[in-house]
Each structure stands twice: as structure tokens, then as C-alpha cells.
């Protein structure tokens, strides 16, 4: 039994720390408040290998595990979590697809780019009318000759319309199955595809520096060999993809949360009321003691998470207890975070006021908290 | 080229900083230890050079057991091994002696180029490429913001540096074997990758003692250092500071202010 990390993992977690500290703190409340993508910074993640992170060697990665990841995204998140969002989505919804599902060419032609962080990759799910729902989705593809033709259209798809965005992998209907239901498969569409529109981005409430569209698909032609995986297995596809992508998220969260307890502590040492630092009451130091209960305990579910899918054991149950309490834990932290701060936590150009706008797409997106506790119920036979 | 980056681990000159009360030397203990700031940026030259003309680059360090965290550390970011000299007998050893023991380590390595930060945030005495190059009979580049290397195809190489000024930039050359010292304004240095990181693991690392290098202990640690800290105080806590109320005389105000501190 070991909670401890090792020399390597920990020089990692530094590594990454150093970066968001000197790299992203100082450039990203800008990009926040214009909502632009913050292309240099991630280039330099991809110069220091972030996104090649949990990929082997011959395609350009760093032969690290999930665990890498995860703290990389702890780390990141914890000064921001635009960029950590971007990260995350790339490799987990990106580039891991193509990694575990794609054939030997589709794997040459695009993990090298997307590995090195030159371009990034989308995963096209969620629909306007369909998102926890997803099985129900409508946009459809049917093959004509040695092409698929795509109809249909894609709601809140991350990293789908960047300078660099290379593909996405689009989950459609592609016939029915034996028993009447829907056949649905994965489809490598790249990016400027006629056929393919991308939307404006949205105006979102947080992760303002991540990009974010809605896409449409009018008989949008790619080729047959496109397909990810095999034909039909598209569900299966992506369950396994957000199941891990749950951890992935939860890291994430347990860095916000982290950031908050960072940023509380500083403040607080700092800031006087009535003739003393606001941290000498009691009042403020029980709430930061609290915050640091919840960011600890979120990162211990989603370390035994990844434990579990290290050890290749089920980890469904682990992941979805990670991504729900480390996004209830953020949300929390981030509403203490904010009253400490007092008004200067309610002006965007404060850190915290940031973690406040971000933390709550975290018990929505890669499923809501309903559906966490629905994973849940149901792994306990309920 | 075989090039030797000279690394030193420092307290942070973030945090807290102490001088140990028994020897007044710095306290190395209770710090939280980092590679020192500038020789970073000399890593990164190296491996930019490396990266441009092939060769070895190695990283030399002196100093305690702990200091074996930065090595690895510096490792993570590139370079192919590494020397630690360290013995307790060094303990308190000032700069001359310093130079002593490190040219002696860089004979071991017998470098074409030898690059190092212009300084170190504990000491900030920036004699270590001068001492160096005396000692070793070569040339010294100091100060540069600015390094070219035009390889002569026989295994050497002319060296043109931009030497930082106050007022701007000079042009400096000298061929190899040569020292050159570096400040932040050269580059950025890499952040260390998970595969950096990994390989450093399995890097070699040299350790050398003083009886390796041949110097006695007397001439070397604090018993033999040419200067001493005699003793230490902390710095007086920060005053009150002047407020200048502007009443349509602020401007003269804040002048004479300067005036008088010799600001201007
Ligand atoms: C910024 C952002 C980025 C995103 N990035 C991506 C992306 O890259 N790719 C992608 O495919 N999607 C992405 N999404 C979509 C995201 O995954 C969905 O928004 C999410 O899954 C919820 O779906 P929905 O919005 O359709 O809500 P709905 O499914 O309509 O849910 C509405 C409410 O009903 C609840 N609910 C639904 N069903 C049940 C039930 N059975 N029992 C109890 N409660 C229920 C939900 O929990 C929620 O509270 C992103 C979303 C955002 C906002």
C-alpha cells in the first residue's frame, strides 16, 4: 500500500509546476479576458513533452503512464484551467482514441503531430439534443462506395476549431443492429473537410482561453479507411474513453481545488481587518483547513483510481467517485476561495475569481454528477 | 565538442536564507536547495551547442551529498553525465579554493568549452570564470548574452560572445578551450520532460574525493580560505518608507527625494 509518489513522478509534478508558475500564470488572465487560445503556451507544453505524456516512445511520446498525466493536469490546473482542459481533451479525447482503436496507418499519420502538441485532436459526442444521453445521438453516417457521408451536428466539442486542430473523432450512427438498435462507430474526420462547419466559439461562463464549438456535418465526405476501430463498437469506444478521462478530470479538479487552498493561504497571510491579518481569525483559517480536507482527500480518489487502472483492474466505480468528489470538492473550494478574497474575489482579475468561473463546468462535462451517482448506484447493483 | 556546465546548489533565493551561527557559512541545511538560477541557463546553452555541433556535455558540480538533487535534476533537462566532487573536508571552502578544486575536476574531463551562469545567488562574488581560466590557462568569455560557436572542422572552435554591459553589448572572441559565463538574457531554458526526467535516472555520475583530485585538505574548506565572515547580522526589518502628498509639488518632491538617497 503506497500513496507515496516516486523520485520521477515527483520531479514531474515539479517540473510541471515550475512551468505553470513561470509559463502560464503570467500570460493567462489576458486570454482569459479576450477568450483567446493561448498558442504559445501550448506550444511550449508541447516542447516540454506534456502531450506526449502517457504515450510510448516511437510516436514521439514520453513513455510516462495515466499517472503523469494526472499530475500534469493537477499542477497545470492549479494555476489555470483553460490550459489544463486543453491538455486533457487532447490526449484523452484526442489522441488517446487513435492510440488505443487506430490501425497501424491511421497511428503513423496522426500521433506523431498530436503527441509532439503541434496539432491537437477533438472528440465530437455530445449533440444539441443528446449529451448524457449519448447513445441517442442523431447524426449519422452512411457509407457510398469508398466513402462515409456525414449528416448531423455536434454541441461543446473542446479543441474542435483551433489553428492547429488536425481531426476530429466523430461518434455517429452508422446503421442498426441485429436486435434493432442503434449501430453507432467512431469516424476520423480532419480538420477542413468540406462538409464540416465549424461554429464560432461559444461565450462561455468559464474556461475562457479553451476553445469550444459547435459543429455541423452536411454531407461531409472522408474516406472509408477513416473509420476508428472496429465498425459498431463506437459505444463501447467511448464508455472506455470517459471512464479514464473521469480520472483525468478529477485531477484536474483536485488542482483548482488545490489552487484555491494556494491562493487562500497567501491572501490571508496578507490581507488585514480590524488590525490583523484576516488568517488570525478563526473564521478564515477553519475554512482553509477545510478547503485543504477536500483537495487531499479528492487527490487520494483519484490516485486509488488510477492505482486501479494502473494494476489493470475495474475502475469504473473508483473514477466516477474521483470525477464526483473532486468536482464537488473545486466547486466548494472555489466558493470559500472567493469569500475570503471579499470583493477583490469578485473582479475577474483575480486567480480565484477564475477558479470560481471554471469549477463548475467540472460537474458537467465527461458527465454530470447525476450520472456519476447513476455509475455509482449502479456498480452497486442498484 | 566536449563541453562541462558548471552547476551549483544554492538556497532558494526565493524563501527564507540563513548564515549558520557556529561558522557563519551559508546554511545549507535548513534551505530549500535549487540549482542556482543562472547556470540553467548555461545547461541550456550546452545542449543548444550539443544540439548544433554534436560532442558530450557534462555537468560538473562540487558540493555536499545533497547537492546530488541538482545533478539529477540538471540531468533531467539533457546533459549526458555528470561529476560530483564532493568531501567534507570542503565544507566553508571559499572562492579560491573552489576554483582550485574545479579546475582540477574539469583536468578529469578535459573540456574544449567550459560554460557556467555568470553568477550564484548565494555568493554573487562572480570570480569563478576568471579563477578558472587563470588557473587553467585559457581564455575567459564573460558575461555573455549572446554565444556563437564556429566549429574549424579540427576538433576546436572560435567562440564570439556579446558581452552584457550596462550600456549595451560588446563583442568578444576567443577559441577553444575556453570559459564562457552566461546571464539570463541568453536564452530560456527547457523545463525538464517525464522522458528527461526518466533517463536522468540512469545517467553515470562520478564522484570525486579530494585524495582523487590530489588536494590536500588543508588547502582547501574553511581552515584554508583566504577570506573569512567574520561575523553576521540579520538585515534591519524594512522602515516605514516616505509618503510624498502631492499639493502641485510632487514632481520636485519626488526629485529631491531621489537627490537625497543618491537615486539620481
Ligand atoms: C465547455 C464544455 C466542453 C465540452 N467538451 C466536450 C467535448 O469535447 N466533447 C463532447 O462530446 N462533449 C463535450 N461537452 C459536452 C458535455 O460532456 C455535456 O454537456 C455533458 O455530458 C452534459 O450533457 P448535456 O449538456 O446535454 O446535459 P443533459 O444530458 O441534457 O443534462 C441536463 C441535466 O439533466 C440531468 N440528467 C440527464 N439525464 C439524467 C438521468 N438519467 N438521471 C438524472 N439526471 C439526469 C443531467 O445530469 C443534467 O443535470 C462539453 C461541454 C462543455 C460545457
Known sequence: MD?????????????????????????????????????????????????????????????????????????????DSSVAVTLEAAISLGAMPIYRYGTPEQK???????????????????????????????????????????????????????????????????????????????????????????HPGYSKVGWCASDTHELSFDDCRVPAENLLGERGRGLAQFLRILDEGRIAIAALAVGLAQGCVDESVRYAGQRHAFGQPIGDFQAIKFKIA??????????????????????????????????????????ANARDATQIFGGYGFMNETPVARFYRDAKILEIGEGTSEVQRMIIARSLGL | MNIVVLVKQVPDSGAERNLRSDDNTVDRESATNVINEMDEYAIEEALRIQEAHGGEVTVLTMGPERAGESIRKALSMGPDKAVHVVDDALHGSDALATSKVLAAALGTVNPDLILCGAESTDGRVQVMPHMLAERMGIAALTGARKLTVDTNGAGGATLTIERQTEEGYEVVTASTPAVVSVWDTINEPRYPSFKGIMAAKKKPVTTLSLADLGIPAAEVGLAGAYSAVVEHAKRPPRQGGTKVVDEGDGGVKLVEFLASEKFV
Open chain 1, 3 to 79: 500513496f507515496l509518489l516516486d523520485e520521477e513522478h515527483e520531479a514531474l509534478r515539479e517540473s510541471v509546476r515550475e512551468f505553470a508558475r513561470d509559463v502560464v500564470a503570467p500570460v493567462i488572465a489576458d486570454h482569459y479576458e479576450h477568450h483567446t487560445f493561448p498558442y504559445d503556451v501550448v506550444r511550449q507544453m508541447g516542447k516540454m513533452g506534456l502531450f506526449g505524456l502517457p504515450f510510448p516512445e516511437e510516436y514521439g511520446g514520453m513513455g510516462g503512464d495515466y499517472l503523469a498525466l494526472c499530475l500534469a493536469l493537477e499542477e497545470l490546473a492549479r494555476v
Open chain 1, 108 to 198: 503513423a499519420r496522426w500521433l506523431p503531430k498530436l503527441v509532439s502538441g503541434e496539432a491537437l485532436a477533438a472528440f465530437g459526442l455530445t449533440e444539441p439534443g443528446f449529451g448524457s444521453d449519448a447513445a441517442g445521438m442523431q447524426t449519422r453516417a452512411v457509407l457510398d462506395g469508398d466513402e462515409w457521408v456525414i449528416n448531423g451536428s455536434k454541441a461543446f466539442i473542446t479543441n474542435s476549431g483551433t489553428e492547429i486542430t488536425a481531426l476530429i473523432n466523430v461518434a455517429a450512427v452508422t446503421g442498426t443492429t441485429a436486435d434493432g438498435g442503434k449501430e453507432i462507430s467512431t469516424i476520423i474526420v480532419p480538420s477542413g473537410t468540406p462538409g464540416l462547419t465549424v
Open chain 1, 290 to 331: 477545510d478547503m485543504q480536507v477536500r483537495a487531499h482527500t479528492a487527490r487520494l480518489a483519484y490516485y486509488d483510481a488510477v492505482a486501479r487502472l494502473l494494476a489493470g483492474r475495474e475502475f469504473k466505480q473508483a473514477a466516477a467517485i474521483a470525477k464526483l468528489h473532486a468536482s464537488d470538492s473545486a466547486m
